[in-house]
């Protein structure tokens, strides 16, 4: 079992729904998690980062997280094309040194 | 203010070639890490360097070095390259003393072993 998993996609919306993108991880001890956006051919970007319980927002993107259940999300609202790209989830535990580990990310693809 | 500077951007080795990949950083910040990335595997750490004068490995770093040069540069060398070594390979870096402690990203060395 990978220790951050996210299904890898394509998640297909189309322009101004909501998409949702989820990533479980097994650590417990998990600290901190992160939400890169990844276009195609260039380097990960910080979009969101949460440590707490609960939801946090940012202009369109919220991020969720539940640390009971071991999951963290990103709700992307009023998509547009231009945020077609991968999404990886990476969650920092004081267990791997406090490191990143990442997941294999999500596909997202906004459809005009 | 460049960021995080990664040389070459491509590369084509023949199995058993030896070359090395540059990063540089000028955000001041104290950690180094080296990635690479294989389609649907995410990023795995190849190594690391916490601060200046120290390296580890992380979770694949077989058939790789490392040298922190100085507080900017971290250097990944490639000894004798194998088609498995096929990747691409991110440089990044971050201020541990931060609360989100935020890795940056270079833009990142497309390599080929053939």
């Known amino acids: 079992q990978k220790e951050v998993e996210q299904n890898s996609g394509p998640l297909s919306v189309p322009e101004g729904a909501i998409a949702s993108l989820n990533c479980t991880y097994s650590?417990?001890?998990?600290?901190?998690f992160f939400w890169y956006r990844q276009y195609s051919g260039k380097s990960p970007e910080l979009i969101m980062f949460?440590?707490?319980?609960g939801d946090k927002e940012d202009g369109r993107f919220t991020a969720q997280l539940n640390k009971a259940s071991q999951y963290v999300s990103l709700l992307i609202r009023d998509s547009q094309p231009s945020d077609s790209a991968t999404y990886l989830c990476?969650?920092?535990?004081?267990?791997?040194?406090?490191?990143?580990?990442f997941g294999g990310g999500t596909r997202l693809m906004v459809k005009p | 203010n460049a960021g995080v500077t990664q040389t070459p951007k491509f590369q084509v080795l023949k199995t058993g070639q030896s070359m090395t990949l540059q990063c540089a950083q000028d955000?001041?910040?104290?950690?180094m890490y080296w990635y690479r990335q294989d389609p649907g595997m995410g990023l795995r750490l190849i190594y690391y360097?916490?601060?200046?004068?120290?390296?580890d490995k992380g979770e694949v770093p077989n058939g790789y070095n490392v040298s922190r040069l100085n507080k900017r540069e971290f250097s990944l060398r490639l000894e004798s390259a194998a088609p498995s070594q096929t990747s691409v390979y991110f440089c990044a870096s971050s201020d541990p003393e931060s609360y989100k402690n935020i890795q940056y990203f270079g833009a990142g060395t497309r390599l080929s072993v053939l």
């Open positions: 990476a969650v920092k535990s004081p267990n791997a040194g406090n490191m990143l580990t």
């Open positions: 949460i440590y707490s319980n």
């Open positions: 955000m001041n910040h104290n950690s």
């Open positions: 650590d417990r001890g998990s600290q901190s």
């Open positions: 360097s916490a601060s200046e004068g120290t390296t």
